[in-house]
């Protein structure tokens, strides 16, 4: 007996309703993204390893999907590495490609790469899948599309500025209400950890208070214990765990705690200019909010963070992010270009619209009209119809086969068409078309200028 098929955990198929519905997120946000100058770019699924290696920290290598050499790679294997049971070491020798873990390191290598071709500011959108070797869960799967949007090539504030305004611009469109833009700046974490003598353990405290709202205060300071903040520092930073309010209330507290920073005050200055501008310009129909403790994973960060999270309505974790990096292409030695940018995370927008039922009806809509197959002659008729309304952007399909009545309006029922039309004898001879509502059950005979009319 034939093994019964299956996927990769952490991968899915998608129905053509479920397509239809992805699509509309898509060019909901496809449209956003032209509509403020970004072009379009593709980049290949795999990349060398040595492009995306190293890029991620520890937990990102990790997660990254290699892809074994072609033919016979054992025998180019480092038999030291494999004698030895060494697995990142066999790695180096049998793999040297790998699918990408993200857009925005391949972003940063295209930018190298083409750079004499690049008019700069250069505004990028990439709407394309990627991989990661994470332990699958609700919002999180292996294979996953995300859409970017940057700019490389402006230390404009205004860039983060049309960055919060492009996420409302897309939230407002889908008519996802509720949505909470959160806002911070690596400058002030720095700022921070230079106030608590925790400069050079940076990484260790923003990786943990990222954690704040998923374990809790106390699991925070235990976290910054073990990797040696002293607990003077970890007092000076009680004020943080507390901090609420306005935007502006938040930005007079951190006055008073970074003080003595000037990179933390340098931060401060850049998110009051944003909220400034935000307060100014108005959103739609999310909402800007000043999270200090939002430091995020991904080490390249420099200036602004971005987090945007859903409705209360909704269980979900973020639905989009970003931040600008004043070095990402330094990776690939082309020094000092700058860059902003953010991500719209597709598959958990879906859920959310899916759960809040936020899909328009019409989303999922395919065929309009169903012409029933009588025979050879009904068959040729009928398609010299459908070729005229599908030229008025109807759409129409003829059923394959001349099988019985019954199957054939069962079929229209089963795929939701809203119309059918009967061509037999009598309205060949008379030039007409009877159209039948599938849902009142009320048919007319027509003709086709009338049927054209109808269906639009």
């Known amino acids: 007996m034939a093994q019964k098929p299956s996927i990769p955990k952490g991968t899915r198929d998608f129905n053509p309703e479920q397509v239809a519905k992805r699509n509309y997120i898509f060019n909901t946000i496809r449209s956003a993204f032209e509509t403020f100058g970004f072009q379009p770019i593709e980049t290949p699924s795999f990349e060398n390893s040595s492009t995306l290696m190293g890029k991620y920290g520890e937990e990102g290598d990790r997660l990254i999907f290699k892809i074994l050499n072609s033919g016979d790679y054992l025998s180019k294997a480092n038999v030291e590495a494999y004698s030895e049971k060494d697995s990142n070491k066999l790695t180096l020798s049998i793999s040297e490609k790998a699918l990408r873990y993200d857009l925005t390191v391949p972003f940063a290598r295209y930018v190298v790469q083409h750079q004499n071709e690049i008019e700069f500011p250069f505004k990028r959108y990439q709407i394309q899948p990627v991989w990661r070797a994470d332990r699958p869960q609700k919002g999180r799967f292996r294979e996953f599309y995300q859409c970017d949007a940057d700019v490389v090539g402006s230390k404009s504030l205004w860039q983060e500025v049309e960055f919060i305004q492009l996420y409302d611009a897309v939230f407002s469109t889908l008519k996802l209400e509720g949505v909470t833009i959160k806002i911070n700046n690596r400058k002030i974490l720095s700022g921070i950890a230079e106030v608590i003598w925790a400069s ?214 089963k795929r939701k068409i809203p119309f059918v039309v009967l061509v037999g004898e009598e309205e060949i001879n008379s030039n007409k078309y009877t159209l039948k509502n599938m849902q009142s059950g009320v048919q007319a005979k027509i003709s086709i200028d009338e049927l054209i009319h109808k269906l639009k």
């Open 200 to 413: 050079d353990k940076l990484i260790d405290f923003t990786v943990a208070l990222d954690k704040l709202d998923k374990i809790g205060e106390e699991k925070v300071k235990e976290e910054m214990r073990s990797k040696g903040i002293s607990e003077d520092g970890i007092s000076r930073l009680q004020p943080l765990f507390t901090l609420s309010g306005s935007f502006e209330s938040q930005i007079t507290s951190l006055k008073t705690i970074l003080s003595a920073s000037e990179e933390g005050k340098k931060g401060i200055d850049e998110l009051e200019f944003i909220n400034k501008a935000i307060s100014e310009l108005g959103l739609s129909t999310a909402t800007l909010q000043l999270d200090v403790t939002l430091a995020r994973g991904l080490n390249y960060y420099t200036g602004a963070i971005f987090e945007v999270s859903a409705s209360d309505k909704v269980k979900m974790g973020s639905i989009g992010g970003g931040g600008r990096y004043d070095d990402l292409t330094g990776i690939f030695g082309m020094k000092d270009v700058s860059g902003v940018g953010i991500s719209f995370g597709l598959d958990r927008i879906y859920l959310v619209l899916e759960e809040l039922g936020l899909f328009p009806e019409t989303v999922t809509k395919n065929i309009e009209v169903l012409f029933i197959n009588f025979g050879e002659q009904e068959a040729l008729f009928s398609l010299k119809a459908i070729k005229q309304l599908r030229l008025q952007g109807i759409n129409a399909e003829l059923y394959p086969d001349a099988a019985k009545m019954k199957k054939q309006m069962n079929h229209a029922n």
